[in-house]
């Protein structure tokens, strides 16, 4: 019983992670490379590509992890419980990935505003900025979790968060320059990647 659910588990994680990889490769060449065409705002520094390998360089690793794995026979508490809070932490990133496209259902990859756009409050972005973002770091840590692996970790602390951080930076500054005033207000009471706990008052304004 005990490999049964581990294995059950393992596979749950890669199949999570696995999947939000083909999705955003999906997405991109179904509507994001047509969504340039139309957009009024398009920031191309390097900044706005810094994080397009990531879901490449997902797929990979979770299908190298998985391929190369190999359980116990008998797996020991400590490892079913890791493998349990990967699951856990992989199970949450999916719910918001649901929620995020359910609030946002025409949402590509990449940095872009369309003239027809407008800006979302609702659903899981009533409570953070980016909480597309914050599930892809939830799923590279199931990841390292889960397969107890150090690569992933390496990964996920080296080059998976740090450029989420850039890349979103880069997407705020062009959604104050797009929507304004309307944009500063949304990002004073929602936090980046997790909720606000206080809402920040509003800026005094000069006499």
């Not at 191309?44 to 116990?72: C, N």
């Amino acid at each position: 019983m005990e490999s049964y659910l581990y294995s059950i588990g393992i596979g749950v994680i890669a199949l999570i992670a696995l999947g939000r990889a083909a999705v955003v490769v999906y997405i991109f060449f179904r509507r994001s490379l047509s969504y340039r065409k139309r957009a009024v705002a398009t920031p191309g520094s390097w900044a706005d590509f810094i994080a397009y390998p990531e879901p490449y360089l997902l797929f990979a690793v979770t299908l190298s992890l998985w391929i190369l794995h190999e359980p116990a026979t008998v797996p020991a508490t400590v490892e079913l419980a890791r493998v349990g809070v990967g699951v856990v932490i992989a199970l949450t990133a999916l719910a918001i990935q649901l929620w995020s496209i359910r609030a946002f259902p025409t949402v590509a990859v990449g940095h872009y505003v369309l003239p027809e756009q407008q800006l979302i409050t609702k659903g899981p972005y009533a409570y953070v900025r980016h909480p597309i973002y914050a599930l892809v770091i939830l799923i590279w840590v199931s990841v390292a979790i889960g397969f107890a692996s150090l690569v992933a970790g390496l990964i996920t602390v080296g080059y998976v968060i740090p450029a989420y951080v850039i890349y979103s930076r880069s997407e705020e500054k062009m959604m104050l320059e797009h929507f304004g005033d309307a944009y500063r207000a949304y990002r004073r009471n929602t936090g980046a990647f997790f909720p606000r706990l206080r809402k920040r008052a509003p800026a005094a304004s000069a006499p």
